[in-house]
């Protein structure tokens, strides 16, 4: 079966995991600006992986649109927050919505991390917006205060928790 693991990244732990998956189950490797619909039709398999951003995945539509026509797709996401964050059924839902197909496959969920000097300038102002907004929801959703609370210091630190075991789910569902 030939296969392509199709990744967006901006500090490189989506990257990092998009590789591991594509040395571990013989599949090509491509940015995800670096294909087109015509070049992922070749293919009996396609996987996305897609950073996190403020609960949900930048590159969706994009996906969605290089995914009409596909057959069999795997989606991954890798989010900073550990993987009981219960923001994270939803951002699989939203991909469901977009790419039906990913549907018949489980939800991929891998930690990277937070590298803060690796962002560009104008993520960095949001990632700022963002964790002060969740500062000020931690007051109004205060049942889950402590959650938010564990993300903003996660979102405020440099962080490395990417683990190559972690795919080893996704390696194991790709060879049934
Ligand atoms: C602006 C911004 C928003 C983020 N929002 C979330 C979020 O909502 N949930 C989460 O788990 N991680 C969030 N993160 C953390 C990233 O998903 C994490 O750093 C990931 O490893 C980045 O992947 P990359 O290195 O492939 O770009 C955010 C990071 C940035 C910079």
């Given at each position: 079966m030939k296969s392509i693991v199709v990744y967006s990244s901006i500090t490189g732990f989506t990257k990092r995991y998009a590789e591991w998956i594509s040395e571990a189950v013989g599949a090509d490797c491509a940015f995800?600006?670096?294909?087109d619909s015509e070049k992922l039709s070749q293919y009996d398999v396609v996987i996305f992986g897609s950073h996190v951003r403020m609960g949900d995945v930048p590159h969706r539509e994009r996906f969605a649109e290089l995914s009409k026509g596909l057959k069999k797709v795997i989606v991954f996401v890798v989010g900073g927050?550990?993987?009981?964050?219960?923001v994270i059924p939803s951002i699989f839902k939203k991909i469901h919505k977009s790419i039906?197909?990913?549907?018949?496959a489980p939800q991929f969920y891998f930690r990277g991390g937070m590298n803060l000097e690796a962002l560009p300038e104008d993520e960095r102002v949001y990632l700022y917006k963002q964790i002060r907004m969740m500062k000020i929801l931690s007051f109004i959703l205060f049942p889950i205060r402590k959650t938010i609370l564990n993300v903003v210091y996660m979102m405020s630190h440099n962080s490395d928790n990417s683990?190559?075991?972690?795919?080893a789910p996704l390696v194991r569902w790709m060879q049934l």
């Amino acid at each position: 079966m030939k296969s392509i693991v199709v990744y967006s990244s901006i500090t490189g732990f989506t990257k990092r995991y998009a590789e591991w998956i594509s040395e571990a189950v013989g599949a090509d490797c491509a940015f995800v600006d670096h294909v087109d619909s015509e070049k992922l039709s070749q293919y009996d398999v396609v996987i996305f992986g897609s950073h996190v951003r403020m609960g949900d995945v930048p590159h969706r539509e994009r996906f969605a649109e290089l995914s009409k026509g596909l057959k069999k797709v795997i989606v991954f996401v890798v989010g900073g927050s550990p993987a009981d964050n219960p923001v994270i059924p939803s951002i699989f839902k939203k991909i469901h919505k977009s790419i039906p197909q990913a549907k018949s496959a489980p939800q991929f969920y891998f930690r990277g991390g937070m590298n803060l000097e690796a962002l560009p300038e104008d993520e960095r102002v949001y990632l700022y917006k963002q964790i002060r907004m969740m500062k000020i929801l931690s007051f109004i959703l205060f049942p889950i205060r402590k959650t938010i609370l564990n993300v903003v210091y996660m979102m405020s630190h440099n962080s490395d928790n990417s683990s190559k075991e972690s795919i080893a789910p996704l390696v194991r569902w790709m060879q049934l």
